[in-house]
Antibody, heavy 119, light 106 residues
């Protein structure tokens, strides 16, 4: 079955770089896109970015200058790197796989990983 | 970016019918989707493309609308439906979510 699982440091100091990994199973990264969505504690959901089946990427314009998404298809892993972290980046980060080739809906979600930006 | 506007909170009694609205700042065709999120959990897909019931979701949930105005209806509401409901559009880039409607049971 389709599964996604996020992993990461939990605590990051301000101005440092966040590195998260999404490990997937039950599907191929070369046939499906993976997106990142984040949720500040007690707040709503924000689309962060995506890596498409062909390897191209799209990013939230508000985060684009600080964000990079990549993948290792041999390990079924997707990576998110965000630099210059601030307290406003404190959030639960989810990786999610949509249904539908384009303009898809998020049918599968990881459990999320809480990232706290604090000194 | 496409802004999705939802009412912040609703309170209903079990057995009643509730409608949760989502208005888009620009047209999204039928590419509006609905999610349920309970505290400490990831969002769960309920409805995709405005009116299609996701796999395993009870038929008490339904969706309607097109263009800019969409509605998620729960009929009848059950105690387990206490949650926050988010709409999300995937027609315009970037994908955006509504701020969520918190549903409480009386």
């Amino acid at each position: 079955q389709v599964q996604l699982k996020e992993s990461g440091p939990g605590l990051v100091q301000p101005s440092q770089t966040l590195s998260l990994t999404c490990t997937v199973s039950g599907f191929s990264l070369t046939s499906n896109s993976v997106h990142w969505v984040r949720q500040p504690p007690g707040k709503g959901l924000e689309w962060v970015g995506a890596i498409w089946s062909g390897g191209s990427t799209d990013y939230n314009s508000a985060l684009k200058s600080r964000l990079s998404i990549s993948r290792d298809t041999s390990k079924s892993q997707v990576f998110l790197k965000m630099n210059s972290l601030q307290t406003e980046d404190t959030a639960i980060y989810f990786c999610t796989r949509p249904m539908g080739i384009t303009r898809g809906w998020f049918a599968y979600w990881g459990q999320g990983t809480l990232v706290t930006v604090s000194s | 970016d496409t802004v999705l506007t939802q009412s912040p909170a609703l309170a209903v009694s079990p057995g009643e019918r509730v409608s949760i609205s989502c208005r888009a700042s620009e047209g999204v065709n039928s590419y509006m989707h609905w999610y349920q999120q309970k505290p400490g959990q990831q969002p769960k897909l309920l409805i995709y493309k405005a009116s299609n019931l996701a796999s395993g979701v009870p038929a008490r949930f339904s969706g309607s609308g097109s263009g800019t105005d969409f509605t998620l209806t729960i009929d009848p509401v059950e105690a387990d439906d206490t949650a926050t409901y988010f709409c999300q559009q995937s027609w315009n880039d970037p994908y955006t979510f509504g701020a969520g409607t918190k549903l409480e049971l009386k």
